[in-house]
């Protein structure tokens, strides 16, 4: 079975800073596509990055160069690491892993879900 367990949120500023992770179990890491959504109150969840077993990404264009997706193996975790936050980068993130996904950001595309860790506005 699938688990996947995230962590890292907490309240951050404007301009700051901050490193979700998310601890992988259930099956074999790097054989599954591994994605970042987010989720603001009342919207629809969206993508944030994927990373593909190959090492290929995708980020959301409101990305903009401010968030990396990576991983490691050995800890079985993936991360992503956001600079400059904005006010509206203060939401709920889920982590969410998939066989076939191909960097996909579609929620669609993925079955497997953590709970969520929350960013959030400290200003």
């Known amino acids: 079975q699938v688990q996947l367990v995230e962590s890292g949120g907490g309240s951050v500023q404007a301009g700051g800073s901050l490193r979700l992770s998310c601890v992988a179990s259930g099956f074999t890491y790097g054989t599954y596509c591994m994605a970042w959504f987010r989720q603001a109150p009342g919207k629809e969840r969206e993508g944030v990055a994927a990373?593909?077993?190959?090492?290929?990404?995708n980020y959301a264009t409101f990305v903009k160069g401010g968030f990396t997706i990576s991983a490691d193996s050995a800890k079985n975790t993936l991360y992503i690491q956001m600079s400059s936050l904005k006010p509206e980068d203060t939401v709920m993130y889920y982590c969410a892993a998939e066989l076939t996904s191909a960097v996909s950001l579609k929620e669609s595309e993925y079955d497997n879900w953590g709970e969520g860790t929350e960013a959030t506005d400290s200003s």
């Open positions: 990373l593909d077993t190959d090492g290929s990404t």
